[in-house]
């Protein structure tokens, strides 16, 4: 099984910016790909941006929400533990939610939540007017 943990999120300004964490571990689990979503109160989760975390030129897809404000990435020194980030910057208040890091071992690798299999309990982002 493999265990999830964000973190980095906060209470920001509009117009600021944030660097949001995940971290992956467990036993040795084929993650194809890592993504992250968010939840607004009284809405659906939303795919936000996704990496494939084994592809040599690390391909990454972002949600047209977001484009060219939020950054995803990730960090593969290690066999069972690897990072993804995502780095959020211009952040007005519709970015307000949980947000919450996803794996899945399978494809397809899409920002649909019910492909993916792993979730952390999420970090919260709040950004003020």
């Known amino acids: 099984q493999v265990q999830l943990a964000e973190s980095g999120g906060g209470l920001v300004r509009a117009g600021g910016s944030l660097r949001l964490s995940c971290a992956a571990s467990g036993r040795p689990y084929t993650r194809l790909c890592m993504a992250w979503f968010r939840q607004a109160p009284d809405k659906e989760r939303t795919g936000v941006a996704m990496i494939y975390t084994n592809d040599g030129d690390g391909r990454a897809f972002d949600a047209d929400s977001v484009k060219g404000r939020f950054t995803i990435s990730r960090d593969n020194t290690s066999l069972t533990h690897n990072a993804v980030y995502m780095d959020m910057s211009g952040l007005n208040a519709e970015d307000t939610a949980m947000y919450y890091c996803?794996?899945?071992?399978?494809?397809?690798?899409?920002?649909?939540?019910?492909?993916?299999?792993?979730w952390g309990r999420g970090t919260r982002v709040t950004v003020s007017s």
């Open positions: 996803a794996a899945s071992g399978s494809p397809p690798c899409t920002l649909v939540a019910k492909y993916y299999d792993a």
